[in-house]
């Protein structure tokens, strides 16, 4: 669960909402909470922090480190194990806990050899501060290089109905017995009702892909439910066709967009369902 937009750089309006909006996950059995020490340039992890002070052994706490904001708002990434050890320790003061149970190399420091960036990150779990690793964004090529450091628990990539690329990864996934956390399995809002110039933004990303919220409203009111959650339920199917553990995180400030993510778990999408949902586009679909 994100409360921050990733560039967001202040609090929300209402705190004690972002308070509310955690609890009344933790309440409906979420159990896996997802922030990054770049949202919000670290506010969303206090937000989290205090949100769960007293419910901390309820939850499963996830963060990541390794993309850095400029001084002009441009990115750039940091793998190195003095930056690994240094971003870790201020995560922990933020996130006012004693141990981080997931923590992710956020992007790959090109710079730096994910061998080296994922060593670094061992040097925590053997110190205690870390339970398990994580990688976002990395290639089959990469995943296979850092499991052989130390295993890595999860791999956090984009997957949507408009942005497969993932499948090419998910083969060395299921071989090396790593899960995968899907972020932005709404295809970063383009597959929700009333998203601005929505088949123009899909068609940039490939011109098949401008029938998919067709698709997906029929396909809903069949259901009795709203496209966002069929495309939830389109990422856990997909997931079960390969034996995959997954956990989507589509991220919300809204309760009522929560109950509606968390209700996705228990829509089954039937075979003719999903195959008009399978927009094949070039080699990653």
Known sequence: MRLLRPAAPSAPDDEADAFALVNRALDLGVTFLDTADLYGDGYNEELVGRAIRHRRD???????????????????????????????EASLRRLGTDVIDLYYLHRRDPAVPIEESVGAMADLVAEGKVRHLGLSEVTAEELRAAHAVHPIAALQNEWSLCRREIEAVV????????????????????????????????????????????????????????????????????????????????GTTRQRHLEENIAAVGIVLSAEQLARLDIRVGEAA
Do not use: M
């Open 58 to 88: 309820e939850v499963v706490l996830g963060t990541k480190f390794g993309a850095v904001r400029n001084p002009d708002d441009s990115f750039s990434t940091r793998g190195d194990a003095a930056y690994a050890r240094a971003a870790c």
């Open 171 to 250: 083969p060395t996934c299921v071989e090396l017995g790593v899960g995968v956390v899907p972020y932005c399995p709404h295809g970063r809002g383009l597959l929700l009702p009333g998203a601005k110039h929505q088949a123009q933004r899909l068609g940039e990303i490939a011109a098949e892909l401008a029938a998919l919220p067709a698709a997906l409203r029929e396909i809903a009111d069949e259901h009795g439910v709203r496209p966002g959650q069929v495309a939830l339920a389109w990422v856990q199917q997909r997931a079960v066709e390969w034996g995959l553990p997954v956990v989507p995180i589509p």
